[in-house]
C-alpha cells in the first residue's frame, strides 16, 4: 500500500504547476492564431490526471479502513492519515485544475 499511495501525493499537484506553466507558454499562440484548443487539451488531461489520484487516494483509503485515522501509533494509523491527505490534496489539486479550466473558458484568449 505504501508504494502505491505516493503518486496520488505528488503528481496532481505538479501536474497543477505543470498546466499553468503550459498554459503560459501557449497564450501567445492562443492570442495571435485566436485557437485555444491546445490549452483546453491540456486542461483536459491534466483534469484526468488528478481525477485518477482522487481514485487511487480512495481505493488506498479504503484498503484501510475507510475511516478517519486516531492517534493511535502504528502502521495502520500512519497509513490512513497519508492516504487521506493525499485524498484531499488530490481533491484539492482538481478543483484547482478545474478552476484554471473555468477561466480560460470565460476570458478572451488576447486581454494585452
Known sequence: MRLRIW???????????????????????????????????????AL???LGGIALALRAWRSVGGRLPQDDPGPEERARFVALIALMLSSLSALAIAMLWVVQILMPACIR
Open 7 to 45: 503518486p496520488a501525493l505528488y503528481v496532481p499537484p505538479l501536474v497543477f504547476l505543470a498546466l499553468q506553466s503550459l498554459n503560459y507558454a501557449l497564450e501567445p499562440f492562443a492570442c495571435e492564431n485566436q485557437q485555444r484548443l491546445p490549452m483546453h487539451v491540456s486542461a483536459a488531461v
Open 48 to 50: 484526468l490526471v488528478a
